[in-house]
């Protein structure tokens, strides 16, 4: 089964702080995702990576920024935390053999700044 | 720019009626296209998904999707709900590696 792992479930920060939020796959996937799910927005795209080192902008990239040194783990980085990305985080990540496949979700991350 | 819309936000059911939530998609040529799955306190999962071929598209638990190229439409099925179908539902399409997601829709069966 593939697995991906985030560091945290629920996360509580102040308004300014510095937020890291960890994601782990055990499947050798090339890609990995960060969205951020609102109560009827649905699923929104931070930012994608394809692979080590690199990074795609995805929907709503403001505010937030990404790193990924190892090919399993994709970080997304809150530089300066605002009451308004009070939200649940999820990770994916997929492969690319085939062409467009299925992504594997984490549990999420449920992220309040105060 | 490639979107996904979901139009029933909210869909309440008894057990045994049937099911039909509609998705549609704005994208011009190849299109890949998913359904998604995220029952209470767990992760989002993979319903079906269609890339060519059939456009009858059968997945997990019971559920079926059809591609409707003319109508932009990939809606899911299921001619039987069960209590435990209780969830939100995500439609989702896009091409490489890119997906948009629709904004989902919560669905709840009454016993």
């Known amino acids: 089964d593939v697995k991906v792992t985030q560091s945290s479930r629920y996360l509580v920060k102040r308004t300014g702080e510095k937020v890291f939020l960890e994601c782990v796959q055990d499947?050798?996937?090339?890609?990995m995702f960060w969205y951020r799910q609102d109560p009827g927005l649905g699923l929104r795209l931070i930012y994608f990576?394809?692979?080590?080192?690199?990074?795609e902008k995805g929907d709503i990239p403001e505010g937030y920024s990404v790193s990924r040194e190892k090919k399993e783990r994709f970080s997304l980085i809150l530089e300066s935390a605002s009451t308004n990305q009070t939200s649940m985080y999820l990770c994916?990540?997929?492969?690319?053999?085939?062409?467009?496949?299925?992504?594997?979700f984490g549990p999420g991350t449920r992220l309040t700044v105060l | 720019a490639q979107s996904v819309s979901q139009h029933n936000h909210h869909v309440i059911l008894s057990e045994a009626a049937s099911l039909e939530l509609g998705c549609n998609y704005s994208y011009g040529g190849t299109v890949n296209l998913f359904w998604y799955v995220q029952y209470p306190g767990q992760h989002l999962q993979l319903l079906l998904k269609y890339f060519s071929g059939d456009p009858l598209v059968k997945g997990i638990k019971g559920f079926e999707a059809e591609f409707i190229k003319s109508k932009f439409s990939f809606n899911l099925r299921k001619p039987s709900v069960q209590w435990s179908d209780t969830a939100e539902y995500f439609c989702a399409g896009g091409r490489y590696q890119k997906v948009t997601f629709g904004t989902g829709t919560k669905l709840q069966v009454i016993p």
């Open positions: 499947m050798d996937h090339e890609n």
């Open positions: 994916a990540s997929s492969t690319t053999s085939g062409g467009l496949n299925e992504q594997f």
């Open positions: 990576s394809y692979d080590v080192k690199m990074k």
